[in-house]
Nanobody
């Protein structure tokens, strides 16, 4: 059974940082690209970043380039979104996602709130 379990969210002050892990189980994690999305209140869920199966190719939306590095540890079935220099507009629910064997799998989401 494929599972993606998230943690690491919370309340952070503007300019602060968080590292969001996503733990995968039940499939060949190292074979698949992984993605991060976020959804603010009253907004649609939107793509943020992706990393390929080996971890050497990443892609980001322009607004987070250089601030939100994505990484993975295939030996531990973990991947991460590190969110730095946070601004209030980054407040959202953050989701990890993969497309595996024809099916979309999502983590349960983790809330990040940026506020002083």
């Amino acid at each position: 059974q494929v599972q993606l379990v998230q943690s690491g969210g919370g309340l952070v002050q503007p300019g602060g940082s968080l590292k969001l892990p996503c733990a995968a189980s039940g499939f060949g994690f190292s074979l698949f690209s992984m993605r991060w999305y976020r959804q603010g209140t009253r907004h649609q869920r939107k793509f943020v970043a992706t990393i390929n199966s080996s971890g050497d190719v990443t892609n980001y939306i322009d607004s987070v380039k250089g601030r939100f590095p994505v990484s993975r540890d295939n030996a531990k079935n973990l991947w991460y979104l590190e969110i730095n220099n946070l601004k209030p507009e980054a407040t959202a629910m953050y989701y990890c996602q993969t497309f595996c064997l024809g099916v979309d799998f999502w983590g349960q989401g983790t809330q990040v709130t940026v506020s002083s």
